[in-house]
Structures are given as structure tokens and as C-alpha cells.
């Protein structure tokens, strides 16, 4: 929801990419009126065939639509169709809106400069917008776009502009978390009164009581800095301000390791006993290109499914951008299609492949993985359900909130999946930082007990890209 500190009410023109975007856009003005020019109208016809996430939304703006105008009647329409004020979604319920909905039923004088012609959809909606203060100065006309241009645009004619927001996560990026917490030095010596501890099939935990824990979620990394370095997950969350803490495994020692690999810094180390953890059956890893999420989460993978059959097989997959189009006319299976797209993996699996016994050990070795690692696609996905499976989601940043709910929800009993990503590299138009879907999970999942979430910040790829990481 838009919000706006104002004494006049406001009438919203909605730009065709917020209805493509979220298709519930109509019902989340609450008291605000909406506007929907003939432009937008016409690019939702054109819009509505096809597989793709767009086409199924704007299918279903149309339904919403349809379902506003049931039996209304011309006098109706003319003078604007109430929203209803509780429509279901999707089992839900979304918040009540009390505003009215008005389409373009007549022509409009359009004063547009010359230099924009009105025949553009763009410059046919600012043309609207700007008709519609015209006629009624009592109200604030406002574009609603994801169009950034659009709104630069509407801006230097004078016309106010904002992003659609309701679909923003946080206000603020920074705001994220990031599934570590730094305690004091002195975290021990304050906390020893409410301590309890003991081993259990050879893991270490602790009970620890306080007010310091009311921030603490389920599966969350706890370290203190200095020479006795600590390093533990937070377990179980009985109470608010209790909690059981159990010590890590030390993945950085060359006694330990994870399908050869070893962790390099402490996020990773973190990041390996998630990723090893049964009980964790989602597992989302953040940062930026070098960090070694792939090459960790693969490791992983390939332990717990050739070593300790913990999953039947890996299935690997990412986003190919545009997400939903048709991944092309390429000779071959869905996985030869799907190879273009999958070089980060494909490199990394060379990484984690390399076994002594010459070029024999690593054909035997390459064909046992090719029989226990298959790469999909996205694009049918829809009414699958994976069992025991291990997923490895790449690139997961570019998926819209509505897209990753689609894909999480087709885990079976014993699968986990992991989801990969860097927000600062998006690649979707219209989405951003703060309402990509990977944020919108980690967000939502920070607080259940068998997800786990960790940001990493240390490059590890090599100097080279360290360096051009930091200077360029």
C-alpha cells in the first residue's frame, strides 16, 4: 500500500506492470480510488496468452475484474464499481479495501507535449493522468508504475509518480538479516547464573536464560570475537528469553571435511553445518559473487546423498532469466537445454570431482554423479512433488515472492532445499532488493525451526577477484 499523508483523497492510475506484477494490486489501495486508463486494458489483453508467470497474472486480473463488474450496469461502471472489501486469495484473506474502481469510458482532451506523442501507452497514461487532475482539482492524481522511465517521465511533466511498495519486503536492505549475531565479550560471564550445559551423542549444548535472547530466532549463528573464538547454532527456542545453543563442528580443520572441502572462513563454517544438518530443511545463503555459496552447497549435497544416503539424489536448477519463457528450440533432453545455463554449477562439480586414478577414476567417478544429480528447469515445476531430494535453487534472486511460495511448496517429506543468491545482482525487471522473493523468504523463514539462513561475506574465489571485487 501506497502511503500518503494528505488532505485531499486520492485517485491512483495504475500502470500495466503492477497489475502484471501483482495481481491483487486492485485491493490494496484500502480507502483510495483507482483509476485503469483503456491503454492498460489493452496491453492486459495482449499479455494474457501464454505459460508464463506474467500471463497467468494478468489471467487473473482479469478474473478480479470480472468478478468487480458482475452484473453491473453502464451507470454503474460510469460511476465507479466499489471494491470489495474482502476478497480470497489463495486461502487468505487480503486487507479490506473501500475505494472504487474506475476505467476510462469516454475520450479525454490530451494535452501532452509533441514531443510525447499519445499514441505510446507510456505517454497515452501520463496524457490520462493529467486529464483526470484537469477535471477535478479536489483530488491528487497519481501514477502508480514499476516503469522507472514512466515515472521519470511523469515527474518532469509535473505529474506525481510513485513505485508500487506493497510488495517490498523491508524499507531498507540493510534492515535484512543475516542469520549472525556478534555477542559481547563479557556474554559468559553475565549469563552464568541461567547456564546449564551437556553432551548428547557427542554434540555440546547449552541452556542459556535472559533478556539478551528476546531477539534470538531458531537456527541462528552466534559467535564471540577475541582469542577464545565461540562459534554455535541456536537449536531450539522454547521461550523468548530462553534458548538451547549447540557448539558447531569445526569444518575448517583438515580433519573435517565436507566432500573434501573444507570451510575458509567462519560464515562458511557456519554455512556447512546447516547445510549438513537433517533437521534443516530449508537453508537460504546470500552474498556476493566468490563466497563460495554454490561450491558449499554442492559439497554438501554430494555428501549427503554418495555418502551418508541421507537423499535419493541432487536436482539442481536456476533462474533463467526472463524466468517462465520457453527455454528454446536447443536439440536434446531438458537437461542438455538447461545446460547453457547452468555453467556455475557445471564448473564447481569439476571442482569437487577431481579423484585420484587418472583419467579412469574421474570418468568412474563423473558417471556415478551423472546417475545421481539431475538438472531441471524451472519451467515445470508447477504440481511436481520432490521426495527425499536435495535442491539446489541458484540464482534465486530473481524470482518474485509469488514464484519462490510455487516452487517451496513442491517439497515432499524428506526433501531440503537450498536457495542461492546475491541481491545486489538482479536481473528481473521490476523486481529490486527489497521485494526480490529471496528476501522475501529470508525474511519469513527466519523464524521457523527448521529453516536456517546465513549471509556470506568473505570472497574466496581467488585474489584476483577478491581485488576487483573491493575496486572496481
Same mark, same amino acid.
Given at each position: ?77 460510469? +460511476? ?57 482539482? +479536489? ?11 514512466? +515515472? ?310 581467488? +585474489? ?9
Amino acid at each position: 500500500m501506497i502511503k500518503r499523508q494528505q488532505d485531499k483523497p486520492c485517485l491512483f492510475v495504475l500502470d500495466t506492470n503492477v497489475l502484471m506484477h501483482d495481481p491483487t494490486a486492485l485491493f490494496r489501495f484500502k480507502e483510495h480510488d483507482i483509476f485503469l486508463p483503456m491503454a492498460v486494458l489493452e496491453e492486459l489483453d495482449a499479455a494474457k496468452k501464454g505459460m508464463s508467470e506474467v500471463a497467468r497474472n494478468v489471467r487473473q486480473v482479469s478474473r478480479f475484474l470480472d468478478q468487480l463488474m458482475h452484473e453491473a450496469t453502464k451507470e454503474e461502471i460510469d +460511476r465507479g464499481l466499489p471494491i470489495s472489501p474482502l476478497t480470497e486469495n489463495g486461502g487468505g484473506y487480503i486487507a479490506p479495501a473501500t475505494g472504487r474502481l474506475f476505467f476510462q469510458t469516454s475520450l479525454m482532451e490530451l494535452t501532452l507535449p509533441a514531443s510525447l506523442p499519445g499514441t505510446l501507452a507510456d505517454n497515452n497514461i501520463l496524457a490520462t493522468a493529467q486529464a483526470l487532475q484537469a477535471q477535478d482539482e +479536489r483530488r491528487t492524481v497519481i501514477i502508480v508504475s514499476k516503469d522507472i522511465n514512466l +515515472r521519470i517521465k511523469a515527474t518532469v511533466l509535473g505529474i506525481p509518480a510513485e513505485d508500487y511498495i506493497n510488495d517490498k519486503v523491508l524499507d531498507d536492505v540493510n534492515l535484512l538479516y543475516t542469520g549472525l549475531e556478534v555477542l559481547p565479550g563479557d556474554f559468559w560471564d553475565s549469563h552464568e547464573k541461567a547456564l546449564d550445559s551437556w553432551q548428547e551423542a557427542g554434540r555440546t549444548f547449552y541452556r542459556i536464560k535472559g533478556p539478551d535472547l528476546l531477539d534470538w530466532y531458531p537456527s541462528q549463528c552466534l559467535t564471540i570475537e577475541g582469542d577464545e573464538a565461540f562459534e554455535a547454532i541456536v537449536h531450539d527456542k522454547p521461550a523468548p528469553e530462553e534458548a538451547v545453543i549447540e557448539l558447531v563442528e569445526d569444518y575448517r580443520s583438515t580433519r573435517r571435511n565436507v566432500w573434501g572441502i573444507n570451510a575458509r572462513n567462519r560464515e562458511q563454517n557456519f554455512a556447512l553445518n546447516m547445510l549438513m544438518d537433517p533437521e534443516l530443511d530449508f537453508v537460504t545463503l546470500l552474498g556476493p559473487a566468490g563466497t563460495g555459496k554454490t561450491l558449499l552447497a554442492l559439497a554438501a549435497g554430494l555428501a549427503q546423498v554418495l555418502e551418508l544416503n541421507t537423499y535419493r539424489e541432487i536436482i539442481m536448477t536456476r533462474v533463467t532469466v526472463p524466468v517462465g519463457e520457453d527455454i528454446g528450440f536447443l536439440p536434446g533432453t531438458e537437461e542438455e537445454k538447461m545446460t547453457p545455463w547452468m555453467g556455475a554449477l557445471m564448473d564447481n562439480l569439476e571442482v569437487l570431482t577431481q579423484t585420484e586414478g587418472g583419467d579412469w577414476g574421474r570418468a568412474a567417478t563423473q558417471d556415478l554423479m551423472r546417475n545421481r544429480i539431475r538438472v531441471q528447469s524451472l519451467n515445470f515445476m508447477r504440481g511436481r512433488t520432490f521426495l527425499n531430494k536435495y535442491i539446489i535453487l541458484d540464482e534465486a534472486q530473481n524470482l518474485t515472492a509469488k514464484q519462490m511460495k510455487t516452487l517451496i511448496t513442491r517439497a515432499g517429506p524428506g526433501t531440503k532445499m537450498v536457495c542461492l543468491g546475491n541481491i545486489a545482482q538482479i536481473d528481473t525487471p521490476y523486481l529490486t532488493e527489497t521485494s526480490s522473493g529471496l528476501t522475501y523468504v529470508v525474511d519469513r523463514f527466519k523464524g521457523w525451526t527448521h529453516g536456517g539462513h546465513i549471509t556470506l561475506i568473505r570472497g574466496e574465489r581467488s +585474489r584476483l577477484a577478491d581485488f576487483a571485487s573491493m575496486e572496481l
